[in-house]
């Protein structure tokens, strides 16, 4: 006889994307939190210009190595957040779990220096049309949040947070 699916099953990939928003706005809150201590902390005592890369954080574009470090680090520890809790609560992952930390890194690198990069070309563009500090700083941070949602389900659900069949069994961490 044929159980009758729950909606969780019959709508998986709804299912896990439901819950990687859940598991975001906690890595989001971690995001803001740090962000508004390390912004409130370093912003106004780290003024000098940070310009390395693609990353132009100028007193020109309202912007300091202060903030730099505030939206660098803040990101991080979200996405340390996220690794751990969407690996086995949102897509129970039972593949490698140093393969999907390693991959998990990269990708996080990536779209962290995204994430900052996107800040340097809104902040200037928020500035010219407000004076309001709050939105200056936030409207850029909001949208790069956004952006790296956007990147990281798919490549967590499809690449890094895989279920497989049978697991990896070195994988000690696996269980973790």
Same mark, same amino acid.
């Given at each position: 006889m044929? @159980?009758? =699916?729950?909606?969780?099953? &019959?709508? @998986?990939? %709804?299912?896990? *994307?439901?819950k *990687? &928003? !859940?598991?975001?706005?906690?890595?989001?809150?971690?995001e803001?939190?740090? *962000?508004?201590? %390390? &912004?409130t902390?370093?912003?106004?005592r780290l003024?000098?210009?940070?310009d390395?890369f693609?990353?132009?954080?100028?007193?020109e =574009?309202? /912007?300091? /190595?202060? !903030?730099?470090?505030?939206?660098?680090? &803040?990101?991080i520890?979200?996405?340390?957040?996220? *690794? /751990? $809790?969407n690996?086995k609560?949102t897509?129970?992952a039972?593949?490698?779990?140093?393969?999907? #930390? $390693?991959?998990?890194? %990269?990708? $996080?690198?990536?779209?962290?220096? %995204?994430?900052?990069?996107?800040?340097t070309v /809104?902040?200037p563009w928020?500035?010219?049309?407000t004076?309001?500090?709050?939105?200056? @700083?936030?409207?850029? =941070? #909001?949208?790069?949040?956004l952006?790296?949602?956007a990147?990281i389900?798919?490549?967590?659900?499809?690449?890094?947070?895989?279920?497989?069949?049978?697991?990896p069994?070195?994988?000690? #961490?696996?269980?973790?």
């Amino acid at each position: 006889m044929e @159980e009758k =699916k729950t909606f969780t099953q &019959s709508h @998986e990939g %709804l299912w896990q *994307f439901i819950k *990687f &928003s !859940l598991v975001s706005s906690l890595a989001g809150i971690t995001e803001t939190v740090s *962000f508004f201590l %390390l &912004s409130t902390l370093l912003g106004t005592r780290l003024t000098a210009d940070f310009d390395f890369f693609v990353f132009h954080y100028t007193a020109e =574009k309202q /912007l300091n /190595l202060g !903030l730099f470090i505030a939206f660098f680090a &803040s990101a991080i520890l979200a996405e340390i957040v996220s *690794f /751990l $809790v969407n690996r086995k609560a949102t897509f129970h992952a039972n593949n490698n779990f140093w393969r999907s #930390a $390693v991959m998990y890194l %990269l990708l $996080v690198l990536a779209v962290i220096s %995204l994430k900052t990069w996107i800040v340097t070309v /809104l902040t200037p563009w928020v500035g010219g049309w407000t004076q309001n500090r709050l939105l200056i @700083e936030w409207i850029p =941070k #909001a949208v790069s949040m956004l952006i790296a949602m956007a990147i990281i389900f798919p490549m967590n659900k499809f690449v890094i947070m895989r279920r497989t069949e049978t697991p990896p069994a070195d994988d000690a #961490a696996a269980s973790v």
